[in-house]
C-alpha cells in the first residue's frame, strides 16, 4: 500500500476548499465522497477511487440518496479500484491503480487526498491513560465512527462517573 507524501497530497481531514483542481480522492466511503462534494461546491474537478464495489457503504439509505444527487453530473467515482501507489514525477502527484478490468490506470491529478479510514492513536491513548485514577477512552480515540456514536460514548462515561 502507498504512503501519502509529497505536495499537494492532503488527508482528508486537512483538506482545505482551496487546493488545485483536478482532485484525485482516494476512498469512496462517506468521508471521501462528502469531502468530493464539498469540493465540486468549490468548482473543483474530483475523481473519487474506490475499492470496494459500492461507494458510500456505511451511509444510511437517505443519507446516500441525498449524495447521490449531490455528486451526480459532478463527481466521477470509480469503484473496484485498487490504489497501489502515489508518486511524484514532476510537480504533479501520480496516482496509480488497478481498474476494475485489471489494467492498471495512472491518472494524474494537480491534487491528492486520502480518506481511506482511520486508527485510534494508541500509543497517545496509552500516554493518557494513567493521567487519572479513571480513564474512559471514547469517541474516535476508541474506534473511529461518527459524532453520533462519540456523543452516546460520551454520555454513558459521564453517568458512569
Ligand atoms: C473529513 C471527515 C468528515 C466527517 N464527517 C462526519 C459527518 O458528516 N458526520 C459524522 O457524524 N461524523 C463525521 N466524521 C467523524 C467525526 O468527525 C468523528 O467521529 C468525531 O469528530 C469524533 O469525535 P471525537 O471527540 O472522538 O474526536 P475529534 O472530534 O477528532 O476530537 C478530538 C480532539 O482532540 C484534540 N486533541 C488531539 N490530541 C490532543 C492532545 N494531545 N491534547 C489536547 N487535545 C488533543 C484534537 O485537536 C481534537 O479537537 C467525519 C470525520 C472526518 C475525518
Not at 469517541?139 to 462519540?150: H, N
Amino acid at each position: 500500500m502507498f504512503l501519502p507524501h509529497g505536495t499537494n497530497v492532503f488527508l482528508a481531514e486537512a483538506i482545505k476548499k482551496a487546493v488545485d483542481t483536478p482532485v484525485a480522492c482516494i476512498g469512496g466511503g462517506l468521508v471521501g465522497c462528502e469531502t468530493a462534494v464539498h469540493l465540486a461546491d468549490a468548482g473543483r474537478e474530483v475523481i473519487v477511487m474506490e475499492i470496494a464495489k459500492d461507494w458510500a457503504v456505511d451511509a444510511p439509505r437517505f443519507h446516500k440518496d441525498a449524495l447521490r444527487k449531490a455528486l451526480r453530473g459532478r463527481v466521477e467515482i470509480l469503484t473496484v479500484t485498487n490504489v497501489k501507489e502515489i508518486s511524484h514525477e514532476g510537480p504533479r502527484p501520480v496516482v496509480r491503480a488497478e481498474g476494475a478490468d485489471g489494467r492498471e490506470m495512472v491518472i494524474a491529478a494537480d491534487s491528492v487526498f486520502v480518506a481511506t479510514g482511520l486508527r485510534p492513536g494508541e500509543t497517545l491513548v496509552d500516554e493518557f491513560r494513567r493521567a487519572a485514577p479513571v480513564v474512559f477512552v471514547i469517541g474516535d480515540a476508541s474506534t473511529p465512527g461518527q459524532v453520533t456514536q462519540a456523543v452516546e460514548q460520551a454520555h454513558y462515561a459521564a453517568a458512569d462517573i
